[in-house]
C-alpha cells in the first residue's frame, strides 16, 4: 500500500499539494485500488475559484484571438491521439469496461477537441435587421468560469465534450470528475498545459460529489454548472444554482425504449437489442433498457434473444473476447439485485441472467438479464444503471408509441424497422431529444445530446453546446438619428 500512487489535483498548471483526505479508486473488476486521489475541502474549492476568477479577468485565454483557441485544442486532439492507448489501459482499470469497447470509444474522442476546435476559428457574429442609419452586432464572448461535474461511466469521453466546447468559447473551467473514476480526466491537465493552454485555464479537482462536488456548485460566483449525473443530484445544486442566478446544463439520465417493429429480421432485431442494452453492461444514459417488441415479432424474437443473451461472454474486461465487464461498484451489484427481486414480486418472468457473479473469484459483476414484464412495473419505469432489461410485449404500433412515451425519462430512443414510412411515423411520435431510426449509441461531436422532461435541460455537442458556454453583446451604432426628442417643431423624432 505504501507504493499506492496518489494523483493530486491539477491546479495551475501543476498537481498540487495533496491534500490530506484522501479517496481511494477501485478497478471494480479486480477490487483492488488503483491509486488515491484528492478529498478536495471547501476552503481550497473557494480558493481554485478565486484564482480562476482572476485568471479569467487577467489571463489571456479569454481574450485570445480564435485562431490561437483554434491551434490549442487541435494540438490537443493531436496528443491525445498519441496517447490514446494509455487512456485505453486507465479507463479499462477505472471502469470495469471491456478493452474492445474502450479502444472503439477513445479512438473517436480526439473529434470532439478539432470540432470545438473547428467552430472556434469559424463562428460569425450576426448583423440584425435593425430598422434605419443603423448597425446591429451581435458577437459572443466566454461567460466566465464554468464548473463541470462528469460521472464514471464515460469518464474521457464526457469530460473532454465538456471541456472542449467551454474552453472553445474562451472560459476558464473546473472539472469535478466523478470519484469513482477520476485518473483519466487527471492526466489531461498536462496533456492541455502541452499543447499551450495557459496555466490556470483548466483546473480538475477530486473528491465526493456530495461534498467537493457540492461545495463547487454552491460557489455563486460560477457562471454556468454543467453536470451529467442523476436527477437526486442536480436537485441538490439546483436551488442554489437559482438564488445565485448561475445557468445550468443537465443530463440526468433516461429509460431508453427499443421499438422493434414486425417487418423487421428477427436477427436484426436480436442484434438491436443486444447493442442497445448490454453495452457498458447497461451504464449508459441511453441504454436501451425497455425492449418494446410488437406481438407479431415477439416470440421469434424471445426464443433467439434468451440463446444470445445466455451465450454473452462475462470476464476480465482486459481481455479482448470479453463482451461484458463489470458494473462499477458493489453498489451497483446491489441495485441491480433489488430491481430483479421487485420485478419478480411484481410478476416478471427472469428469461437470462439475474445474479450477481464473479470472475476469477473476484470483481463486481451481473450477468446479463432480460426480465419479462409489463408497462408500468418498477422495471419499466425506473433507471437500472446497469445490466437488467425489461422486455414488454406491445400489441400494436399505437401501443408501441404509447409505453416508449410512458416514462418521467425522455432523452434516446430507437425505432428499428424495415417499413421507412412506419419507421419516420413511430419516431416521429416518441417524445425524446435523441431518436435513432435503425442505429442505437450513434453519437457525433456535431449532433446535440440532450433530453427532455427528467432527462435535464440544455445540449452537450454542437452549436448549442458552444452557444451555452457564451453570452451575447448587442453593439447598436447609429449613423444617420438625430436625438432631436426634446427639440422644437421637430416632426417624427425617433424614441426607439
Not at 469521453?157 to 468559447?169: D, S
Not at 426480465?371 to 400494436?396: M, Q, R, W, Y
Amino acid at each position: 500500500m505504501s507504493n499506492l500512487p496518489h494523483i493530486s489535483n491539477w491546479i495551475d498548471g501543476t498537481h498540487a499539494i495533496p491534500s490530506t483526505e484522501r479517496l481511494e479508486v477501485i478497478d471494480p473488476a479486480t477490487e483492488t485500488v488503483l491509486a488515491t486521489v484528492d478529498a478536495t475541502s471547501r476552503e481550497t474549492v473557494d480558493s481554485i475559484i478565486r484564482q480562476s476568477q482572476k485568471t479569467f479577468r487577467n489571463g489571456p485565454w479569454s481574450h485570445a484571438d480564435p485562431s490561437d483557441r483554434f491551434a490549442v485544442l487541435s494540438k490537443a486532439a493531436v496528443l491525445l491521439r498519441s496517447r490514446i492507448p494509455e487512456f485505453v489501459e486507465l479507463e479499462t482499470q477505472q471502469t470495469g469496461r471491456p478493452i474492445r469497447e474502450m479502444r472503439a470509444q477513445l479512438a473517436r474522442i480526439p473529434e470532439w477537441l478539432e470540432y470545438f476546435a473547428s467552430l472556434a476559428r469559424v463562428h460569425q457574429g450576426q448583423v440584425t435587421p435593425f430598422k434605419g442609419p443603423v448597425v446591429n452586432t451581435l458577437t459572443r464572448l466566454p461567460v466566465g468560469v464554468v464548473a463541470q461535474i462528469t460521472p464514471w461511466n464515460h469518464p474521457l469521453l464526457i469530460a473532454t465534450k465538456k471541456i472542449a466546447a467551454a474552453l472553445a468559447a474562451g472560459n476558464v473551467v473546473i472539472v469535478k470528475p466523478s470519484e469513482m473514476a477520476p485518473l483519466s480526466v487527471l492526466r489531461l491537465g498536462s496533456l492541455f498545459q502541452e499543447a499551450g493552454l495557459p496555466d490556470g485555464t483548466l483546473q480538475i479537482v477530486c473528491g465526493y460529489g456530495r461534498d467537493t462536488g457540492k461545495f463547487l456548485c454552491e460557489n455563486p460566483t460560477l457562471a454556468k454548472i454543467d453536470l451529467t449525473g442523476g436527477l437526486a443530484t442536480y436537485k441538490a445544486i439546483a436551488s442554489n444554482a437559482a438564488v445565485n442566478m448561475i445557468p445550468i446544463t443537465a443530463e440526468l439520465g433516461g429509460k431508453a425504449p427499443v421499438c422493434l417493429l414486425p417487418s423487421l429480421d428477427v436477427e436484426l432485431a436480436v442484434k438491436a437489442a443486444l447493442f442497445a442494452s448490454f453495452i457498458a453492461s447497461g451504464q449508459t444514459c441511453v441504454t436501451g433498457s425497455r425492449l418494446l417488441v410488437h406481438v407479431d415479432l415477439y416470440d421469434r424474437f424471445v426464443a433467439l434473444l434468451q440463446r444470445r443473451v445466455n451465450a454473452l461472454r462475462v470476464g476480465d474486461p482486459t481481455d479482448v473476447r470479453t463482451q461484458i465487464g463489470a458494473v462499477i461498484s458493489q453498489g451497483s451489484v446491489d441495485r441491480c439485485a433489488a430491481f430483479v427481486e421487485r420485478a419478480v414480486k411484481e410478476g416478471g418472468r427472469v428469461l437470462c441472467g439475474g445474479q450477481p457473479t464473479h470472475v476469477n473469484g473476484k470483481g463486481f459483476f451481473f450477468q446479463p438479464t432480460v426480465i419479462e414484464t409489463h408497462p408500468g412495473s418498477d422495471l419499466s419505469c425506473n433507471e437500472v444503471f446497469g445490466p437488467v432489461i425489461a422486455l414488454i410485449k406491445c400489441d400494436s404500433e399505437e401501443q408501441i408509441i404509447s409505453v416508449a412515451n410512458d416514462s418521467q425519462f425522455a432523452l434516446g430512443a430507437s425505432v428499428w424497422s424495415n417499413d421507412f414510412a412506419q419507421a419516420h411515423r413511430v419516431a416521429d411520435k416518441i417524445e425524446a431529444g435523441i431518436v435513432w431510426i435503425n442505429g442505437h449509441h450513434l453519437n457525433d461531436p456535431s449532433s446535440p445530446w440532450g433530453g427532455f422532461k427528467e432527462s435535464g435541460m440544455g445540449k452537450e455537442n454542437g452549436l448549442e453546446a458552444f452557444e451555452s458556454y457564451t453570452k451575447v453583446k448587442s453593439t447598436i451604432i447609429n449613423y444617420g438619428i438625430q436625438p432631436t426628442w426634446f427639440d422644437d417643431e421637430i416632426e417624427n423624432a425617433r424614441y426607439g
